[in-house]
């Protein structure tokens, strides 16, 4: 996948999720990175690298990461679960629009 393609799905697959608010996205050659702006100390970070492939997103509420996947080198493709985000559970690939549904889950069922 390439930097722009990446842009356009996380952009499609966000327009179905109505939590989120503000998204701040900065692209530049083959790096796309941001964040996602749920409610007060509650956001998305995001990461892709064209180059190497990595993707990474991360749910951050009050400075912690409660939930996150993502797709690098070293470990592959990996979920932080909610339950305990320090984990890395190994997962089957998913498109940006399957991240973006599973984070709509997750975000829906924060208190």
Do not use: C
């Not at 690298?49 to 400075?63: D, G, P, R, S, Y």
Request: no cysteine; charged share 20%; aromatic share 8%.
């Amino acid at each position: 996948m390439d930097v722009n393609v990446f842009v356009l799905e996380l952009m499609r697959a966000l327009a179905t999720i109505d939590l989120v608010g503000q998204i701040d996205l900065h692209a530049d050659g083959p790096i796309a990175q941001g964040h996602l702006y749920v409610r007060q100390e509650v956001f998305v970070r995001f990461y892709f690298n064209q180059v190497t492939q990595t993707m990474a997103f991360a749910l951050i509420k009050e400075h912690q990461r409660v939930w996150g996947i993502d797709q690098d080198s070293r470990r592959g493709w990996h979920l932080h679960p909610v339950e305990n985000p320090t984990e890395h559970i190994t997962i089957a690939p998913l498109s940006v629009a399957d991240i973006a549904a599973r984070l709509g889950e997750v975000l829906a069922s924060l208190d």
